[in-house]
Nanobody
Framework: QVQVAESGGGLVQAGGSLRLSCAASGRTFRPYAMGWFRQAPGKEREFVAT????????YYAESVKGRFTISRDNAKNTVYLQMNSLKPEDTAVYYC?????????????????WGQGTQVTVSS
């Protein structure tokens, strides 16, 4: 059974920072890539960042480029999202997802396993 679980959300003032963590587990779990997505109230889920498990390819949404950094620790089966210079428009539920098939993707439907999400609220 594959499990993906996020942690690290919270309330922060504009300009502040948060680090989200995503722990992946499962006896035969070998993801090709992990991704972060977010969904604000009344909006569709949108891509934030993705990283291959090898770390050789990383992609960001334009809206977070230069402010967010995705990284991974394979020994801990954990992926991180460091979020700096946060803005009120970054407020959303942040989801971690795993993709086992070859290739990176910014489309939510291309990821098979999802966490429950963690709330990030940025106050102005």
């Amino acid at each position: 059974q594959v499990q993906v679980a996020e942690s690290g959300g919270g309330l922060v003032q504009a300009g502040g920072s948060l680090r989200l963590s995503c722990a992946a587990s499962g006896r035969t779990f070998r993801p090709y890539a992990m991704g972060w997505f977010r969904q604000a109230p009344g909006k569709e889920r949108e891509f934030v960042a993705t990283i291959t498990w090898s770390g050789d390819r990383i992609y960001y949404a334009e809206s977070v480029k230069g402010r967010f950094t995705i990284s991974r620790d394979n020994a801990k089966n954990t992926v991180y999202l460091q979020m700096n210079s946060l803005k009120p428009e970054d407020t959303a539920v942040y989801y971690c997802a795993a993709r086992t098939l070859f290739g990176t993707s910014s489309r939510a439907r291309d990821y098979e396993y999802w966490g429950q999400g963690t709330q990030v609220t940025v106050s102005s």
